[in-house]
């Protein structure tokens, strides 16, 4: 098989295919979870409380508001700044963008510059190397760590390590290029699958806890 | 650490060790399974497929700050050493293994919920630790002390075997005590259309009498048309809720509601108790499907903080100690009572000083969740895996603790004792019954 005809295989439908499953994962794992509530736990649906779910998920997303984000001042740094850069390099990086643009989507959105994103990669190498030191080094982390949260890390990794050496011309490119996208797609299938979905599972349970401590209890949950 | 160990393996329960004699694989395969794959599916799917194994909720935790963080007292370390391998191994599990499940689940988790603020996605832990006590009720694996008083709620209807004679002769002698400082002074039995029904804990006509007294005096004082039930209902309290028989916990709860719905009062004001608190305002009514209570329930709190507010009892005098305030779980994490307790508080105390963390951040005291009602064989448990408690009411200077809460005084007491701490723990009724203006009563 040509470089081309393997470029266009995981451009072409192998980029389908992790779209898909990642898609269609999350909304299953959404739709199953409701409908296991519904019928299996009612009283989930009975306290939801929209004003307190949104309260819940604000003061979480605010970085040294929630208690617990103020007693650990590095790690609340490191998964603020790990968890925006994971978002918005990928959706804003002026190359996919423009694979969107000139593409099946047609459209163009903000991109941002190339730069803030290249330091946006390094942060989101960086913090999966503190993360994995800290699941190695600390005692309470360390306990319930397995080899699977190790995979998880190196998995979330490897896009952006293979992203910043292609945009950096470091090895050959081509290879480079490919092995970004192939690990982009199989990091993007498998987040339905791991706990990794947390993704879409996170905000849920956030919400309907919102909605206890809000509505019912009448007392922060943060 | 290695104490620890030690002690741990000599802790013997008759409840657990019996239980797990009768026990087979199959069978605990069995109920695991029908247990993790029916009852509140959706919940426990979330919890664990949510959980990233971050550990952030460790420190939330009495019993791992108190072990010098030992990360299997770690909230997510007790799950994994009790549920996830249930899920895991699809209910494969040996008889050592629930033994060991069930002594973590029944004394070293207070389902104090502290763990679910610390979570950065809510993950309730506790909701877990609760489904494991219940697939140990299921086994019959459940220590001996708390089944006890499960089984006496089952027979009678309240948590310490009173027959109905002993409740009313309690109450009628009570009734009599106080004539003679305050000679109107009733405790109305059966009385249809009172403003408030009171119910109380099982323990109070055991051996806790001087409380029913108290809270009927400051009533009394503040002109409270309030009745009491001659027959069952009048226990709030609810240990079947700890040891996961939600079954009996409904049928606890159903009839403290309908004894006082029979009687037609406008409220129900339940004494200092959290746990109580917490099954009736929050598990007991959910079991029975009532998204809202049948009647309205107040805990005492807020209760005596109205009363207060109206003007209905009045301060005649105020204790000049150094005092800190012990919030109980299951009314701040519970019901978010903390500023109400405090103001009552404070209006008789002026000089109190916080512990920190405090508010719905407070430590618990490690009795609550069932763990004091698991009895003396796991009481060193509890004691132990609370020092930071001990440290935290140290630092304070404080020489008396305010804690409105049954289950907060018992495992206080025994960390104030243990520790050496020389403070005095009282609830918010003792300093209001002793310092408030009493114009009904004979003149001295």
Known sequence: MSMHTLYNLVTGPLAWAAFAIFIGGMLAKFIYLTYLAKKKDPTVFAYLSTKHVIRSWFMWSVPFVAKNWRLRPLFTVVTFAFHISLLAAPIFLMAHVMMWSEGVLGISFWTLPDQVADWMTVIVIVCCVYFAVRRMIVPEAKYVTDIKDFLMLILVALPFITGFLAYHQIGDYKVMIILHIVSGEVWLAMIPFTWLGHMILGPMVRGYMGSEFGAVRHVKDW | ?444
Not at chain 2, 77 to 92: A, C, E, H, V, Y
């Open chain 2, 1 to 444: 650490m290695t104490v620890d160990t030690q002690e741990k393996k000599i802790i013997e329960d008759p409840g657990i060790d019996q239980g797990a004699a009768k026990l087979t694989p199959e069978k605990i395969a069995q109920v695991i399974n029908t247990t993790l794959g029916t009852e509140n599916l959706a919940r426990l799917y979330a919890y664990t497929k949510t959980c990233v194994h971050c550990g952030l909720c460790s420190d939330a935790c009495h019993y791992f700050l108190s072990h010098d963080r030992d990360p299997k007292y770690s909230p997510v370390g007790k799950i994994k050493n009790t549920l996830w391998p249930m899920i895991k191994n699809k209910g494969k599990v040996s008889v050592e293994f629930m033994k060991e499940a069930a002594r973590i689940a029944h004394t070293e988790c207070n389902l104090c919920r502290r763990c679910v603020q610390y979570c950065p996605f809510g993950i309730d832990t506790a909701f877990m630790i609760s489904t494991v006590r219940r697939i140990v009720h299921k086994l019959a694996l459940t220590p001996q002390y708390i089944q006890d008083t499960a089984h006496s709620h089952a027979a009678t209807m309240n948590q310490m075997w009173v027959k109905e004679d002993e409740w009313i002769d309690a109450l009628m002698w009570q009734e009599d005590e106080a004539r003679d400082e305050f000679p109107d002074f009733r405790i109305p039995l059966d009385k249809e259309g009172s403003d408030v029904y009171y119910s109380v804990i099982g323990p109070e006509p055991k051996f806790r009498t001087q409380l029913i007294y108290q809270a009927a005096a400051i009533f009394h004082e503040a002109g409270v048309d309030f009745t009491m039930p001659s027959g069952t209902g009048w226990d709030n309290s609810d240990m079947c809720m700890f040891t996961g028989d939600f079954e009996m916990m409904g049928r606890l709860k159903r009839d403290h509601y309908e004894s006082a719905m029979k009687l037609k009062v406008n409220k129900i004001v339940m004494g200092e108790c959290g746990h109580a608190y917490r099954s009736v305002y929050d598990m007991g009514n959910r079991w029975l499907g009532w998204r809202e209570m049948p009647v309205p329930i107040i805990h005492s709190i807020q209760y005596f903080y109205e009363l207060l507010m109206a003007g209905k009892i009045k301060v005649a005098s105020t204790i000049d100690k150094l005092a800190t305030f012990h919030d109980p779980c299951n009314t701040v994490r519970g019901m978010g009572l903390h500023e109400m307790g405090r103001a009552v508080a404070k209006a008789f105390v002026p000089n109190m000083v916080e512990m920190y963390p405090n508010r719905e951040h407070n430590y618990c005291c490690a009795a609550g969740g069932g763990v004091i009602n698991c009895g003396p064989p796991h009481k060193m448990t509890r004691v132990h895996g609370n020092k930071i408690k001990a440290e935290q009411l140290k630092a304070t200077g404080a020489e008396l603790i305010v804690a409105p809460c049954h289950n907060c005084h018992g495992g206080l007491e025994d960390i104030v004792h243990h520790y050496k701490l020389d403070m005095e723990i009282k609830f918010l009724g003792d300093i209001i019954y002793e310092h408030m203006v009493k114009t009904k009563a004979v003149e001295e």
